[in-house]
């Protein structure tokens, strides 16, 4: 099921037109409804990827939800004259969940992360929300889909945050998402590490000022040859204004 709302067109993503508290409140009724949704959180990174990769466009398309996480998102789509309301990052729209998924005594399984630390942050997790009941944890270096479906659907969870890294946690919840047996699924990137306390997330001036992705640079240099992707999505939202 697709979200309501007309989509806006970036490169050929079309993200969702909501703010932070409009996605939450849709994943709520996304987490209600029946069947299995998922949810992806692409930035400029990942439409680069998606522009270059058919399958994982037609992944990122397909989901319920897609939520421009990064500045440039926000940036591309008001140069190309159809404005977003707001960035909703992964992080943000995950931690609303949370709490939601904490009042109800709903349970969440989190998949990917290098080995014990999604024991890590499930345990943090649990301090954090209280009420909120973790169905299973699996770290995301595994070889076959099956066994790690079959988990996720023998621990009955409403819900499971895939942090494999894109594209490969979007094609993941794109082939796998139904059979798992939850009804909603977050592809959120990096945020296991978050949430396990093994990265920390810029600090909220960086954010407010829309350069979340210049802090984790300075703290991850390795992410540079990445981020190169950033300035050439710029080029391509440029070109493509033109053509209108
Ligand atoms: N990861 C994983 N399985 C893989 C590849 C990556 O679980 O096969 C994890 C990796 O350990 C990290 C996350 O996926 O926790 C990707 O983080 P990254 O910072 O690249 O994601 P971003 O938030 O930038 O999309």
Same mark, same amino acid.
Request: aromatic residues 6%.
């Given at each position: 099921?697709?979200?309501?709302? &007309?989509? &806006?067109? &970036?490169?050929?993503? #079309? ?18 409804? #029946? !069947?299995?949704?998922? &949810? ?7 439409? *680069? ?36 309301? *707001?960035?909703?990052? #992964? ?12 009042? *109800? ?21 649990? *301090? ?7 169905? #299973? ?25 895939? /942090? ?22 977050? !592809? ?18 960086? /954010? ?37």
């Amino acid at each position: 099921m697709r979200g309501d709302t &007309v989509r &806006v067109d &970036v490169l050929g993503v #079309g993200f969702d037109n909501l703010t932070l508290s409009e996605a939450a409140e849709r994943g709520l009724e996304l987490l209600h409804a #029946g !069947g299995a949704h998922y &949810v992806v959180t692409p930035n400029p990174e990942i439409v *680069e990827v998606c522009r270059e990769n058919p399958a994982a466009r037609e992944a990122v398309n397909s989901a319920a939800l897609v939520l421009p996480d990064g500045i440039g998102v926000i940036k591309g789509a008001a140069m190309l004259g159809t404005p977003l309301k *707001e960035r909703v990052p #992964g992080i943000e729209f995950a931690a609303r969940m949370l709490e939601k998924m904490a009042e *109800e005594g709903l349970s969440l399984y989190l998949l990917g992360a290098k080995p014990g630390v999604a024991e890590m942050a499930a345990e943090r997790l649990r *301090e954090r929300y209280p009420g909120l009941r973790i169905a #299973g944890v699996h770290d995301g270096y595994f070889q076959e889909d099956g066994p790690v479906v079959q988990d996720i659907r023998r621990c009955g969870a409403d819900a499971v945050f895939v /942090c494999l890294g894109a594209p490969k946690q979007e094609l993941w919840m794109a082939k796998n998402g139904s059979a798992t047996g939850a009804r909603l699924l977050c !592809g959120l990137g990096g945020s296991m590490d978050v949430f396990a306390g093994e990265v920390k997330r810029a600090p909220k001036f960086w /954010c407010d000022h829309g350069l979340e992705w210049f802090y984790r640079l300075c703290s991850d240099p390795r992410r540079l040859g990445r981020m190169m992707k950033l300035p050439l999505f710029l080029v391509h939202v440029w070109q493509e204004g033109r053509k209108k």
